[in-house]
């Protein structure tokens, strides 16, 4: 991803080089521009016209108008020119500095919130006590996500950067909405990521040493409410609670499994900066 950037930059600054030093290249590139631009007007104008929303008359006069649009960004190629340069500059000072934002056009307010910048000066939160082994063994659970019994819930061996953001995703979902979350599965081995790959797409999508959770950089969660675990989806009290986990979730830097195409509400993720999963 990185050499394509660089590349696109580099055309981007050659494009621009010839544009300024070359009249002849700059009248070309202005003519082709103002070209397709009144191409593709006059294209959805038609369309108008033969839907009934343009009239003949008004179709006419927009055609007639374009050889005076065309002689007009010809006589003001400079300041049109000018004008590309001021919408073109800040994007290239993206790129170039690497900041992920297009500078002057986004919204660069900070975060508020005082649990995120706790999170950020290193705040240590502590693992909530584990729950009784036949929490994990109920034939609900099983049906829902089989072999759960079998996980690993330790929180120790997750990667620490992950553990800290999942944690402060349990502190808020408990403080700010009354959920209480308990850890299905944090670190799974590659063998047992093959067992449950081996049980179908319906359990998993991802084969040995393809999941993050070979990293200890995911985790799957649940609702834990009376004494059992609540999984069903179809359970609108635990939808709602998915929906908020997912807003903790992202809101601390994670990636919530409930936005893929292969839904996974209770999964999320750290995309690690620095680290990268293999997918073969």
Request: a positive charge.
């Amino acid at each position: 991803m990185i050499f394509f950037t660089l590349f696109c930059y580099f055309a981007l600054m050659v494009a621009a080089l010839a544009i300024f030093l070359f009249p002849s290249f700059r009248d070309r590139v202005l003519r082709a521009t103002v070209s397709i631009s009144t191409a593709i007007a006059f294209f959805f104008i038609g369309i108008g016209r033969r839907l009934g929303f343009v009239s003949e008359a008004s179709f006419q006069l927009m055609r007639d108008s374009g050889s005076g649009v065309r002689t007009f960004a010809v006589r003001h190629r400079y300041l049109l020119l000018s004008g590309m340069g001021l919408l073109i500059v800040p994007v290239l000072l993206s790129v170039t500095f690497g900041s992920g934002r297009v500078l002057f056009f986004d919204d660069w307010a900070a975060t508020s919130d005082p649990k995120i910048e706790a999170l950020l000066k290193g705040e240590q939160l502590v693992p909530p006590q584990p729950l009784p082994p036949e929490v994990f063994a109920t034939a609900e659970v099983e049906q829902i996500r089989p072999l759960t019994k079998e996980g690993s819930r330790d929180w120790a061996v997750l990667d620490v950067d992950f553990r800290n953001r999942l944690l402060l995703v349990y502190k808020i979902m408990k403080e700010k909405h009354g959920y209480d979350l308990a850890l299905l599965e944090g670190y799974r081995s590659a063998e047992r990521q093959a067992k449950l790959a081996a049980l179908g797409n319906t359990v998993t999508m991802a084969k040995a040493n393809q999941s993050y959770h070979q990293y200890g950089l995911a985790a799957d969660n649940a609702f834990y409410r009376n004494g059992k675990l609540v999984i069903s989806e179809k359970d609108p009290w635990a939808m709602e609670g998915y929906r908020l986990y997912g807003e903790a979730a992202e809101s601390v830097g994670l990636v919530w499994g409930g936005r893929w195409s292969f839904r996974d509400y209770g999964h999320v993720e750290y995309r690690k900066p620095g680290f990268k999963l293999s997918r073969n």
